[in-house]
């Protein structure tokens, strides 16, 4: 495979796994709600798991791509956008935290207590942490596409 293939491959293969996390968290958005069902505790949990999985390879094909292809570290390394985009990446890892720590005590309560429901304010909390996602999120591709365009460079 030649540069430009190999540049094509991580650009598709990085974006690919963007848009999926971002599936990820409307569908998390979507199903966290009050009235919370047992069902939906579990496909949350589910969805959580993958959220991590997607997280994990989003950063090992992000890195690699701005490594091995396009522009190489030194562009990247010397962008305010790109640790802008990573800075705001990982907030939104921190953010994924709560929720998922919630899921994981849901899950375990059902397993003792089959007609354990969490409480409104609990689910409010934790659509409050998705939300947070969702805003910080939007900022990604902005910053994206701002360090795409040479803006940001160190000289």
């Known amino acids: 495979m030649d540069f430009a293939a190999t540049d094509l491959a991580f650009a598709i293969g990085h974006h690919v796994l963007i848009f999926a996390l971002a599936a ?10 009050p009235g ?11 969805a959580d798991a993958w959220y991590g999985i997607l997280a994990a390879l ?13 522009k190489g570290w030194t562009y990247y390394s010397h962008n305010h956008f790109f640790w ?9 890892g921190l953010l994924s935290i709560q929720p998922t720590v919630q899921y994981i005590r849901w899950r375990r309560t059902l397993k003792s207590d089959p007609s354990f429901m969490p409480a409104d304010g609990a689910v409010r909390t934790v659509r409050r942490f998705l939300w947070l996602e969702v805003f910080f999120f939007a900022w990604i591709p902005i910053f994206a596409a701002a360090m795409a365009r040479g803006y940001g460079e160190v000289n």
């Open 24 to 33: 990820v968290i409307a569908f998390e958005v979507g199903v966290v709600k």
């Open 36 to 46: 919370l069902t047992a069902n939906d505790i579990a496909r949350a949990g589910k």
């Open 58 to 70: 989003i950063l090992i094909v992000g890195f690699a791509r701005a490594v091995f292809a396009a």
């Open 84 to 92: 802008a985009k990573i800075g705001t990446f990982a907030l939104v």
